[in-house]
C-alpha cells in the first residue's frame, strides 16, 4: 500500500514555517509571573472587563467518567494590545493523593491581529497564581485597611497561593488554616514554620478559625456549604473562591444575605457561582443585591466598603480574561528576557 503525499500548496507550507511560539514551562511562568505583577496586571485588565472589552464565553466541560473533568476556557481582550486564546485544563480532585495538583493543563495565545499562535504555557501555574491574585486585588479594594487575621478554609494548591497573595496586600501578623484533613493542615502551616513576621495555627473547627478574623478565603471543592452568616462578625472580608459551578457552594444563603456582594463577572457569576444561584432560588436576595464587578468598583471607589462593620464578600469564578492578561504579561516578559523554547508550527 503506497502511502499519499502531502499536496498542500507550498507557498502555504512556506508561510507556515515562518511562524513559530514559545513554549514556556511551569517553571518559567512562575519565575515571570510574580504575585506582585499579578495583582498589578489584573488591576489594570478588570476595569476593561467592565467596560466591555472583553469576550468571554460560558466556560465548558467534559466529565471523565471516574476520574474528573476537562474544562474549555476561551476568550479575547480586544482592547490594545488584544489578544485571544484558550486553557485547556483537566480537574481531578483526588490528585492530591498522587503529590500532583488537581488543576493540570495548557494555555494557549494568540495575536489579535493576525490570528497567529504566540505562545504555549502552563496552565496550572497561570491559573493558581491568577486566582490568589484575583483575590488579593479584591481584598486591597474591600479589606478593612487594618486587617491583620487571615483564616484559609483549603488546604490544596489555591490555598498556598492565597497566602502568598494576600500577605502582600494587608499585613497579615496571623494566619489560620483549617482542613478537612488536619495532617494536610499541618503540612501547610510547616511551610510556614521559619516566618518570624507572623504566627501561623491550625484550627480544629471553621468556627472557631474564623472567630476576630478579618479576612477569610474559603479555596475548597466542598459541594455544599461549610461556613455560616450566622458566624460572620462585623468588619469581615470573604474571597469565596472554591465553588465555581452551578452545583457547588462553600458558604450558605445567609452568608450572602450579610454581606456586600462582589463578582468577577456578572455574566458568569449569575450562571455559574452556586453560592449565588442558591441564594437567589432560595428568594434570600435580588440580583440588586450583588453590588457590582471588581472592575467597576476599582474605576469607582466609592462603591466599596461603607464602613469598617460592613461585612464583604467577592465571589471569585475565574474568567477567560484574567487568564489573558496574565498570559500576555508573561509572553511579553519571555520575548524581554530571551526566555522560553521557540517551536516551529
Known sequence: MTETKCTLNEDFLEQMSKSSVIWLSA???????????????????????SQGEAVMPFRTSMAIPGKGLFGM???????????????LLSLYPDNAANNLPSHLGLFVLFSIDTGLPLAIMSGSVLTAIRTGGASALASKYLARTDAKILTIIGTGEQAQSHIAALTLVRDIKEIRIWGRNRHHAERLASLYADDIHRKVIVADKIKTAIKDSHIICTVTAATDPLLYG?????????????????HKAEVDS????????YIDYEA??????GDLIRAFEAGTIAADHIICEIGSLI?????????????TLYKSVGIAAQDLAVARYVFDQ????????????
Open 230 to 246: 450566622e458566624w460572620l462578625e462585623p468588619g469581615m472580608h470573604l474571597n469565596v473562591v472554591g465553588s465555581g459551578y452551578p
Open 254 to 261: 445567609d452568608c450572602i444575605r450579610r454581606a456586600r456582594v
Open 27 to 49: 517553571t518559567q511562568v512562575a519565575e515571570m509571573l510574580t504575585y506582585e505583577a499579578c495583582v498589578r496586571v489584573l488591576e489594570y485588565a478588570m476595569p476593561q472587563v
Open 268 to 273: 458568569s457569576a449569575l450562571a455559574q457561582a
Open 334 to 345: 519571555a520575548n524581554q528576557r530571551g526566555v522560553g523554547t521557540i517551536v516551529g508550527i
Open 299 to 311: 474605576l469607582n471607589s466609592k462603591l466599596g466598603r461603607l464602613s469598617d462593620d460592613d461585612i
Open 73 to 87: 476556557m476561551p476568550g479575547a481582550l480586544t482592547a490594545d494590545p488584544g489578544v485571544f486564546g484558550i486553557k
